[in-house]
């Protein structure tokens, strides 16, 4: 049975930073795609960062130089590490596992497995 735990989400002002974090049990985040995703009320998932099995990792061009993905394989949890956020990063972040192998990590489908998501708010 599959489950994924994010962690870390909160309220911070403009220019903030927080890490979010996603406990994974039932699968193994070794050799698998894994992402972030957020969706604001109103706006359609939008993938956020990927990380591949070789460890490559991208961006949106949104989040690109502000936020860094990062894996502890030993401790099957993924990281978001998110700084100098803005009040248009607010939104429900969620982490996500492919349940197979893919060609590419950044995209947004072949993802199966997802968390019940972590809340971030930005005031300005």
């Known amino acids: 049975q599959v489950q994924l735990v994010e962690s870390g989400g909160g309220s911070v002002q403009s220019g903030g930073s927080l890490r979010l974090s996603c406990a994974a049990s039932?699968?193994?985040?070794?050799?698998?795609?894994m992402a972030w995703f957020r969706q604001a009320p109103g706006k359609e998932r939008e993938g956020v960062a990927f990380?591949?099995?070789?460890?490559?990792?991208s961006y949106a061009d949104s989040v690109k130089g502000r936020f860094t993905i990062s894996q502890d394989n030993a401790k099957n949890t993924l990281y978001l590490q998110m700084n100098s956020l803005k009040p248009e990063d607010t939104a429900m972040y969620y982490c996500?596992?492919?349940?197979?192998?893919?060609?590419?990590?950044?995209?947004?489908?072949?993802?199966?497995?997802w968390g019940q998501g972590t809340q971030v708010t930005v005031s300005s």
């Open positions: 996500a596992v492919a349940r197979a192998w893919l060609p590419t990590c950044a995209t947004g489908s072949g993802y199966n497995y």
């Open positions: 990380i591949g099995t070789d460890g490559s990792t």
């Open positions: 039932g699968v193994t985040y070794i050799r698998r795609c």
